[in-house]
Protein backbone atom coordinates (compact mmCIF):
# COMPACT_ATOMS: atom_id res chain seq x y z
CA UNK A 1 0.00 0.00 0.00
CA UNK A 2 1.80 3.31 -1.10
CA UNK A 3 -0.37 5.10 1.49
CA UNK A 4 1.48 3.67 4.21
CA UNK A 5 4.48 5.56 3.14
CA UNK A 6 5.14 8.26 5.39
CA UNK A 7 7.57 11.70 4.79
CA UNK A 8 8.10 13.72 2.07
CA UNK A 9 10.62 11.29 -0.18
CA UNK A 10 13.51 13.71 -0.65
CA UNK A 11 15.72 10.72 -1.51
CA UNK A 12 13.58 8.00 -2.20
CA UNK A 13 10.62 8.81 -3.32
CA UNK A 14 8.03 6.02 -3.72
CA UNK A 15 6.76 6.87 -7.38
CA UNK A 16 10.78 6.21 -8.14
CA UNK A 17 10.94 2.35 -8.06
CA UNK A 18 10.09 0.00 -11.13
CA UNK A 19 7.91 -2.58 -9.52
CA UNK A 20 8.38 -6.48 -10.79
CA UNK A 21 6.56 -9.64 -10.91
CA UNK A 22 9.24 -11.66 -11.14
CA UNK A 23 13.54 -11.40 -10.68
CA UNK A 24 15.33 -11.24 -13.97
CA UNK A 25 18.49 -12.45 -14.35
CA UNK A 26 21.57 -10.94 -12.81
CA UNK A 27 25.26 -10.93 -13.51
CA UNK A 28 26.17 -11.11 -9.90
CA UNK A 29 24.63 -10.02 -6.18
CA UNK A 30 25.47 -8.85 -2.65
CA UNK A 31 23.62 -9.31 0.56
CA UNK A 32 24.73 -6.32 2.57
CA UNK A 33 24.07 -6.76 6.48
CA UNK A 34 23.03 -3.72 8.65
CA UNK A 35 22.95 -5.21 12.75
CA UNK A 36 20.11 -2.81 14.47
CA UNK A 37 21.58 -1.72 17.45
CA UNK A 38 19.32 -0.20 20.44
CA UNK A 39 16.07 -2.38 19.86
CA UNK A 40 16.42 -1.44 16.02
CA UNK A 41 16.17 -4.23 13.44
CA UNK A 42 18.55 -6.19 11.52
CA UNK A 43 18.38 -5.87 8.38
CA UNK A 44 19.81 -7.92 5.01
CA UNK A 45 19.31 -6.22 1.61
CA UNK A 46 20.29 -8.86 -1.49
CA UNK A 47 20.56 -6.61 -4.67
CA UNK A 48 21.47 -7.95 -8.11
CA UNK A 49 23.47 -6.16 -11.18
CA UNK A 50 20.93 -7.21 -14.13
CA UNK A 51 23.77 -5.99 -16.04
CA UNK A 52 24.75 -2.62 -18.07
CA UNK A 53 21.73 -2.84 -20.78
CA UNK A 54 19.28 -4.26 -18.63
CA UNK A 55 16.77 -1.50 -17.44
CA UNK A 56 16.48 -1.31 -14.48
CA UNK A 57 19.91 -2.51 -13.73
CA UNK A 58 19.85 -2.67 -10.39
CA UNK A 59 17.11 -4.91 -8.43
CA UNK A 60 16.28 -5.80 -4.81
CA UNK A 61 15.64 -9.47 -5.16
CA UNK A 62 14.89 -10.02 -1.19
CA UNK A 63 14.77 -8.60 2.20
CA UNK A 64 15.25 -9.89 5.71
CA UNK A 65 14.36 -8.38 8.88
CA UNK A 66 15.02 -9.59 12.16
CA UNK A 67 14.88 -8.93 16.23
CA UNK A 68 16.71 -10.66 18.12
CA UNK A 69 19.91 -11.61 20.53
CA UNK A 70 23.26 -11.49 18.80
CA UNK A 71 23.52 -15.45 18.41
CA UNK A 72 19.76 -15.69 16.33
CA UNK A 73 21.59 -12.66 14.09
CA UNK A 74 24.33 -14.82 13.41
CA UNK A 75 22.59 -17.85 12.70
CA UNK A 76 20.05 -15.83 10.59
CA UNK A 77 23.34 -14.60 8.55
CA UNK A 78 24.88 -17.86 8.24
CA UNK A 79 21.53 -19.61 7.06
CA UNK A 80 21.14 -16.86 4.70
CA UNK A 81 24.38 -17.18 3.26
CA UNK A 82 23.56 -21.14 2.66
CA UNK A 83 20.55 -20.33 0.54
CA UNK A 84 21.94 -17.40 -1.16
CA UNK A 85 24.85 -19.64 -2.54
CA UNK A 86 28.77 -19.05 -2.67
CA UNK A 87 28.17 -16.91 -5.78
CA UNK A 88 26.67 -14.38 -3.75
CA UNK A 89 29.34 -11.96 -1.83
CA UNK A 90 28.52 -11.42 2.07
CA UNK A 91 28.70 -7.46 3.42
CA UNK A 92 29.16 -7.09 7.23
CA UNK A 93 29.80 -3.82 8.40
CA UNK A 94 32.79 -3.09 10.71
CA UNK A 95 31.39 -0.51 13.56
CA UNK A 96 34.57 1.55 15.34
CA UNK A 97 36.25 0.42 17.86
CA UNK A 98 37.86 -3.24 18.71
CA UNK A 99 34.46 -4.80 19.57
CA UNK A 100 33.24 -3.64 15.28
CA UNK A 101 36.86 -5.42 14.75
CA UNK A 102 36.02 -8.46 16.47
CA UNK A 103 32.39 -8.57 15.20
CA UNK A 104 33.04 -8.35 11.66
CA UNK A 105 36.22 -11.02 12.18
CA UNK A 106 34.11 -13.52 13.68
CA UNK A 107 31.49 -13.12 10.84
CA UNK A 108 34.27 -13.48 8.61
CA UNK A 109 35.42 -16.56 10.78
CA UNK A 110 31.69 -18.23 10.23
CA UNK A 111 31.30 -17.76 6.67
CA UNK A 112 34.21 -19.62 5.41
CA UNK A 113 34.44 -20.41 1.54
CA UNK A 114 31.93 -17.41 0.62
CA UNK A 115 33.17 -13.74 -0.45
CA UNK A 116 32.84 -12.21 2.86
CA UNK A 117 33.57 -8.19 2.59
CA UNK A 118 33.63 -5.69 5.46
CA UNK A 119 32.49 -2.41 5.22
CA UNK A 120 33.26 0.47 7.60
CA UNK A 121 30.87 3.40 7.58
CA UNK A 122 32.75 6.87 7.05
CA UNK A 123 30.30 9.88 6.73
CA UNK A 124 26.69 10.28 7.63
CA UNK A 125 23.90 8.06 7.06
CA UNK A 126 22.65 10.90 4.33
CA UNK A 127 26.16 10.86 2.59
CA UNK A 128 26.17 7.44 2.03
CA UNK A 129 23.03 6.83 0.69
CA UNK A 130 23.23 9.37 -2.03
CA UNK A 131 24.56 7.40 -5.03
CA UNK A 132 21.94 4.67 -4.07
CA UNK A 133 19.75 7.14 -4.31
CA UNK A 134 20.62 8.54 -7.27
CA UNK A 135 19.94 5.43 -9.26
CA UNK A 136 16.54 5.32 -7.70
CA UNK A 137 15.74 8.62 -8.44
CA UNK A 138 16.85 7.84 -12.37
CA UNK A 139 14.86 4.84 -12.45
CA UNK A 140 17.53 2.50 -12.48
CA UNK A 141 16.04 0.49 -9.68
CA UNK A 142 13.88 -2.53 -9.65
CA UNK A 143 11.73 -4.15 -7.35
CA UNK A 144 10.19 -7.18 -6.72
CA UNK A 145 6.96 -7.28 -4.87
CA UNK A 146 6.96 -9.60 -2.23
CA UNK A 147 5.82 -9.82 1.33
CA UNK A 148 8.05 -7.66 1.84
CA UNK A 149 8.11 -4.92 -0.46
CA UNK A 150 6.00 -2.06 1.22
CA UNK A 151 7.80 -1.71 4.49
CA UNK A 152 10.79 -1.91 2.37
CA UNK A 153 9.84 0.87 -0.08
CA UNK A 154 8.16 2.85 2.93
CA UNK A 155 11.25 3.07 5.19
CA UNK A 156 13.02 4.67 1.81
CA UNK A 157 10.27 6.75 1.34
CA UNK A 158 10.45 8.36 5.03
CA UNK A 159 14.36 8.05 5.18
CA UNK A 160 16.09 10.46 7.05
CA UNK A 161 13.67 11.11 8.97
CA UNK A 162 11.75 7.88 9.73
CA UNK A 163 12.24 6.09 12.91
CA UNK A 164 14.64 3.49 10.96
CA UNK A 165 16.88 3.05 8.29
CA UNK A 166 18.37 -0.24 8.79
CA UNK A 167 17.10 -1.73 5.31
CA UNK A 168 18.37 1.87 3.80
CA UNK A 169 21.95 1.13 5.06
CA UNK A 170 21.65 -2.41 3.69
CA UNK A 171 20.72 -1.11 0.60
CA UNK A 172 23.56 1.29 0.07
CA UNK A 173 26.04 -0.57 1.62
CA UNK A 174 24.99 -3.65 -1.29
CA UNK A 175 25.04 -1.06 -4.01
CA UNK A 176 28.41 0.65 -2.98
CA UNK A 177 29.60 -2.82 -3.17
CA UNK A 178 28.68 -3.96 -6.77
CA UNK A 179 28.90 -0.27 -8.04
CA UNK A 180 32.84 -0.30 -6.86
CA UNK A 181 33.32 -3.86 -8.26
CA UNK A 182 32.22 -2.56 -11.74
CA UNK A 183 33.78 -0.56 -14.64
CA UNK A 184 36.75 1.63 -13.64
CA UNK A 185 34.84 4.44 -14.96
CA UNK A 186 32.28 3.69 -11.75
CA UNK A 187 32.66 4.65 -8.64
CA UNK A 188 30.28 5.43 -5.83
CA UNK A 189 32.31 8.87 -5.12
CA UNK A 190 30.45 12.07 -6.72
CA UNK A 191 27.12 10.44 -7.30
CA UNK A 192 28.57 7.26 -8.94
CA UNK A 193 31.24 8.41 -11.44
CA UNK A 194 35.01 9.28 -10.82
CA UNK A 195 34.34 12.48 -13.34
CA UNK A 196 31.96 14.76 -14.85
CA UNK A 197 32.86 13.60 -18.07
CA UNK A 198 32.36 9.98 -17.09
CA UNK A 199 28.65 10.88 -16.02
CA UNK A 200 25.18 10.65 -17.92
CA UNK A 201 23.22 13.71 -17.88
CA UNK A 202 21.11 14.52 -14.76
CA UNK A 203 18.08 12.45 -14.24
CA UNK A 204 14.56 14.39 -14.21
CA UNK A 205 12.98 13.29 -10.85
CA UNK A 206 9.65 13.18 -11.84
CA UNK A 207 6.90 12.20 -9.45
CA UNK A 208 5.28 10.49 -11.95
CA UNK A 209 1.46 9.29 -10.36
CA UNK A 210 0.34 7.20 -13.26
CA UNK A 211 3.49 4.59 -14.24
CA UNK A 212 2.14 1.70 -15.39
CA UNK A 213 5.31 -0.39 -13.27
CA UNK A 214 3.48 1.30 -10.15
CA UNK A 215 2.46 -1.33 -7.15
Request: glycine fraction near 10%; charge should be negative; charged fraction near 25%.
Amino acid sequence: DWDAAVGEGALFHRDWWRMLNAAPPVTRSVRAWDFGAGGDPTAGVLLGDAGREASPRWVVLDVLTHRGPPHEVHALVKATAERDGRAVTVVVPQDPGQAGVDQAAAYTRELVGYDVRTRRPTGDKVTRSRPWSAQVGAGNAGIVRAPWTAAFVSEHHAFPEGGHDDQVDAAADAFAVLADDIAPAYSTAARGWKSAAAAPAEPRRERIRDRSDRW
